[in-house]
């Protein structure tokens, strides 16, 4: 079985926005606002959604906080077959009672990231820690992906020897990997390991101009371009160009570059709320979670007057 | 997602407009810009107002700053 009919069987294929998350002025989750941002993008065609990822700043919320959110979206409307919710603790047990939860409220794909320890630890621990969340997690026909953070923050990626063990010893729950490396090797290293037995889906869009066409993806970027990101990944470049007045025709991959370019060495999550706060014209959207910060008055006026030339269309 | 009796805002022509799904799946394509959509008719109808008092207050200061 290939990585594409692999993402077919198991149902995770197509572009998962890894969902900003909006808050309110105590800076706490904005729910009715995620779920209006969550039903906007279904209303577009993208109904699948990575909540409390990397670009949702996942490791800033409480699992309480999160499962309140998701809650809501489910009542919202949203389908929970279509969220994979995002789990950062180094306590295997809180992430079992996490899943429990969580899954008690129909979500049945989780993404957890590796434990953070300031310990070296080899392979027979890591692989126990998420051999313990399987087995006190103890839920029928859930979904575990491992999100490899690609040296984001402090998580180590997971071995590609404990991963293969994790797959022999628990084959039905561990179906995924979601690789953060901005590298495309490192990803190209991953499907070439588990193509016939995991789904491999990157999250660093310009990778997926080089790795397309591919069968899923999950792209931060998608939360203010998602039909760019779906040609992407489709391939589909010649059909599916930009044509914004005065200025030369755009294929989806340039356009993934030019705001890659824009979003330079900003810190992306910042920069792309507000982007997003200026797409709903909604400056709350600019918040972000401490140890994140908004940006510097300059550093917004300069990026609000590249945006501007970066000018997003209403199609992409 | 059920979008059936749900409510959009969208700009179209310049101005905002809040518009039921069943009457948004009949304008052609490209001729407006989907900013939100909405369980109920309060919520969109509020954000419309939202996005109207804004554009006033934008006129406003363009003009104030003319003025000087």
Same mark, same amino acid.
């Given at each position: ?29 904005? =729910? ?34 999160? +499962? ?16 994979? +919710? ?7 047990? =809180?992430?079992?009672? !996490? ?10 794909? @989780? ?8 310990? $070296? ?5 890591? @692989? ?16 575990? !992906? ?24 628990? $084959? ?21 390991? @588990? %193509? ?39 391939? %589909? ?14 294929? $989806? ?13 900003? $810190? ?8 997003l706060s200026q797409h ?12 994140h910060t908004t940006l ?13 030339? @970066? ?6 | ?20 799904? &069943?009457?948004?799946?009949?304008? &052609? #394509? ?15 109808? #509020? ?22």
């Open positions: 079985m290939t990585n594409e009919n692999i993402a077919s069987s198991i149902g995770f294929h197509g572009v998962w926005v890894d969902v900003l998350v909006p808050l309110q002025a105590d800076l706490n989750v904005d =729910e009715p606002k995620l779920a209006s941002h969550l039903r906007t993008l279904s209303s577009k065609g993208f109904e699948n959604f990575v909540l409390f990822g990397q670009a949702g700043e996942g490791t800033s919320f409480a699992n309480d906080e999160k +499962l309140s959110a998701v809650a809501h979206v489910i009542e919202a409307g949203v389908d929970a077959n279509n969220i994979l +919710l995002g789990v950062n603790s180094s306590s295997y047990t =809180e992430v079992a009672q !996490f899943i429990r939860k969580a899954c008690a409220k129909g979500i049945k794909r @989780f993404l957890v990231s590796a434990p953070q320890y300031d310990h $070296p630890y080899n392979n027979v621990g890591l @692989f126990d820690y998420y051999d313990q969340i399987i087995k006190q997690a103890s839920q029928p026909n859930w979904q575990l !992906f491992i999100h490899q953070l690609g040296g984001k923050n402090q998580a180590a990626d997971l071995p590609e020897a404990v991963m293969a063990d994790l797959k022999k010893n628990h $084959p039905r729950i561990f179906v995924g990997i979601v690789d953060q490396d901005v590298h495309v090797n490192h990803t190209v290293e991953l499907l070439r390991a @588990f %193509d016939t037995a995991l789904v491999v889906a990157s999250s660093h869009e310009p990778n997926l101009t080089i790795l397309s066409p591919t069968d899923v993806c999950v792209s931060a970027l998608a939360n203010v371009m998602p039909n760019v990101i779906k040609h992407v990944i489709a391939n %589909d470049f010649v059909n599916n160009a930009t044509k914004i007045a005065g200025m030369k025709v755009a294929k $989806p991959d340039d356009r993934v570059n030019e705001l890659m370019a824009v979003l330079g060495n900003y $810190p992306q999550v910042a920069a792309l709320k507000l982007m709903y014209r909604m400056e709350s959207w600019e918040r972000v979670r401490p140890p510097p008055k300059e550093s917004r006026d300069k990026l609000l007057a590249a945006f501007k030339t @970066f000018n997003l269309q209403a199609n992409e | 997602m059920n979008f059936a009796n749900t409510w959009y805002v969208i700009e179209r022509n310049n101005h905002y407009e809040t518009i039921a799904h &069943e009457a948004l799946v009949l304008l &052609e #394509e490209g001729s407006y810009v989907l900013l939100q959509n909405f369980q109920t008719h309060h919520e969109a109808h #509020e954000e419309h107002k939202r996005l109207v008092l804004m554009a006033i207050g934008d006129a406003k200061a363009k003009l104030d700053h003319l003025k000087k």
